[in-house]
């Protein structure tokens, strides 16, 4: 693993610097290059411009591990509200939600009650709502609550991460119950006996597990989703694909990064679409997106600071 983003990592889940940090200025102005502000309204007036170049969006409302189930119950509340806003402005969004923030810790039971309650609000809208998965403490109880969404006939997708050794044996566990999945390379700073740590592995697995779902023989994946901004490893799974490739599979991309050449995918008639996140609770998530990238991405931090 690359040393900087193990310390980056571990500053993302640092209590004292959870607290201190984001009361830094710096800080706060490099935060504006991942997300368009802290509302909702933010967020979506940042949707409208997208759509207006053709690109769609997902939302996440960030947050995490809530202590009381009451959080959690305003968390979707909070998400239900976004849906109905979305409906009212006519732009083309889903939303992305992590379980932990709708009470995992607490009450599984009751997290899939709240994720049920957005998949048929979603459902009602013509929407997919979107499972992030967390880290590998909370991958077998993703799974299970995700298959029984699927076993209830609901129109879920689920985020799985390729560099996890375990991913390929996860999709082949999902594949007949018809997932959509949004496949991803994983920004959490795991045990390496879980996961694949040189970037040539990750590529290769994320490879496989792609044109896997691209071309399963029953096409039974619903969506398959490509969220990376590795433009490269996107070439090479279309050429392993062939001719027709950017119909079969759709592009995902975080807000402010690589924004041209979301734009240019739009163009080319690929289907894209910006994930935006907004909220006041972004440390964490701040963090892993200056880990993807620790040079670039700090370096950005360090420029806001002089």
Not at 131 to 146: A, M, R
Not at 185 to 196: D, I, N, Q, R, S
Request: aromatic share 8%; glycine share 8%; proline share 4%.
């Amino acid at each position: 693993m690359h040393p900087l983003r193990d310390t980056i990592l571990w500053a993302s889940s640092n209590t004292t610097l959870r607290q201190r940090l984001p009361r830094l200025w710096f800080v706060r102005k490099t935060v504006e290059k991942f997300m368009p502000g802290e509302s909702a309204e933010d967020a979506l007036a940042a949707a409208q411009r997208l759509g207006t170049d053709g690109i769609p969006t997902t939302f996440t409302v960030l947050g995490e591990n809530v202590t009381d189930l009451s959080q959690a119950t305003a968390a979707t509340a909070e998400y239900l509200r976004l849906l109905d806003r979305i409906d009212e402005m006519g732009v083309d969004s889903e939303v992305s939600v992590k379980l932990t923030q709708l009470g995992f810790d607490l009450d599984p039971e009751h997290t899939a009650m709240q994720v049920t309650r957005l998949a048929e609000r979603s459902k009602g809208l013509g929407r997919t709502v979107w499972i992030d998965i967390e880290s590998t403490g909370y991958v077998d109880g993703t799974l299970d609550l995700y298959e029984g969404l699927l076993k209830d006939g609901h129109d879920v997708g689920l985020c799985i991460q390729a560099y996890l050794k375990r991913a390929w044996d996860d999709v082949q566990r999902l594949l007949p119950y018809r997932p959509s999945i949004r496949l991803v390379k994983g920004a959490y700073k795991e045990p390496p006996e879980h996961v694949f740590t040189d970037k040539r592995l990750i590529d290769e697995a994320y490879l496989r597990l792609a044109t896997n779902l691209v071309n399963d023989p029953d096409g039974r994946a619903r969506r398959t989703v490509l969220g990376t901004h590795d433009t490269d490893l996107v070439d090479r799974i279309e050429r392993a694909l062939g001719e027709g490739a950017k119909d079969r599979f759709e592009l995902a991309m975080l807000y402010g990064i690589r924004s041209d050449d979301q734009l240019r995918y739009a163009r080319d008639g690929y289907t894209i679409r910006t994930l935006i996140s907004y909220g006041d609770y972004w440390y964490p998530w701040f963090m892993r997106r200056i880990a993807e990238k620790p040079v670039t991405n700090g370096l950005l931090a360090l420029r806001n600071l002089v």
